[in-house]
């Protein structure tokens, strides 16, 4: 097959399938078939990982449906992740999501080891939602909930990323719809 290998995570808790973030995904992976592009998606509301509690635990070895997320990660060449802001950051079953798949000796090397960022050469999108106007995100609370994941996880563990901001979604139908385009159209391109 051709095209690019393209992971789609919804970061979205909400198992249901009736949020804004499952319609951006399903656009980004209707796009990206579409060219030709391998795809897989995971959905973080659907599946039941464990949360991380303490150091031993990040160290250890993941248990079996870890692993099959990790290898899903691994497979993937382009990584989106898709979620809505929540208080300021990624909803809490997100963060515990990446916590448990980007561990030491997956994402990053474990401390006094040598490699850093393990995900060397994958290229990944992260896509986020939210009722307030992007500009205000930006400038007004410096996109921290963004950092947190595209320079605190993505980077550190070695891709290059690349955001897209999607704020005032509780505004106009037609604005939904005019992202969803947008989306779909970096599916086609992988982007």
Not at 13 to 40: E, K, M, N
Not at 112 to 131: D, P, Q, S, W, Y
Not at 133 to 151: E, I, M, N, Q, W
Request: glycine content about 12%.
């Amino acid at each position: 097959m051709g095209g690019r290998r393209v992971l789609v995570i919804n970061g979205h808790p909400d198992p249901s399938g009736q949020r804004y973030c499952t319609a951006l995904s399903a656009a980004y992976l209707r796009g990206a078939d579409l060219a030709g592009h391998q795809i897989r998606r995971l959905d973080v509301g659907s599946l039941n990982l464990p949360s991380i509690r303490t150091a031993a635990e990040f160290l250890a070895e993941p248990d079996e449906a870890t692993q099959a997320v990790q290898a899903a990660v691994r497979w993937a060449q382009h990584v989106v992740i898709v979620y809505p802001l929540w208080l300021g950051g990624p909803p809490a079953a997100l963060k515990a999501f990446l916590e448990q798949v980007f561990r030491y000796g997956f994402a990053v090397a474990a401390p006094g080891e040598k490699g850093g960022g393990l995900m060397k050469g994958k290229t990944a999108r992260v896509i986020i939602t939210m009722g307030m106007p992007a500009p205000v995100f930006s400038l007004v609370f410096d996109a921290a909930g963004l950092k947190c994941l595209t320079r605190g996880i993505m980077r550190l563990a070695g891709f290059s990323v690349r955001s897209t901001v999607i704020g005032g979604v509780e505004g106009s139908a037609e604005g939904r719809k005019a992202w969803l385009s947008r989306i779909e159209n970096l599916g086609v391109r992988a982007a």
